[in-house]
């Protein structure tokens, strides 16, 4: 789930930056773009950490 939700929210960046370097209007500005990012980054930092936990539960179990 929140893999899923990385990668929609990265998608969400990389269509800004490219609608920004192609079509010369991104829809994010600077701190919104920073804002987007960094959620995606959390994002997949938590579900790499669930991953683990998971993984370690599963292992110790």
């Known amino acids: 789930m929140f893999l899923t939700a990385s ?3 990265f998608v ?3 269509a800004n930056v490219a ?3 192609f079509a010369g209007g991104a ?4 701190v919104g773009e920073m804002m987007v990012l960094f ?3 959390i994002l ?3 579900a790499i950490l669930k991953k683990e936990a998971d ?4 292992r110790d179990g």
């Open 39 to 41: 959620a995606a980054s």
């Open 27 to 30: 829809f994010l500005g600077d």
């Open 55 to 58: 993984r370690n539960a599963e």
């Open 7 to 9: 990668v929609i929210v």
């Open 44 to 46: 997949f930092v938590v």
């Open 12 to 14: 969400i960046y990389f």
């Open 19 to 21: 609608m920004g370097a």
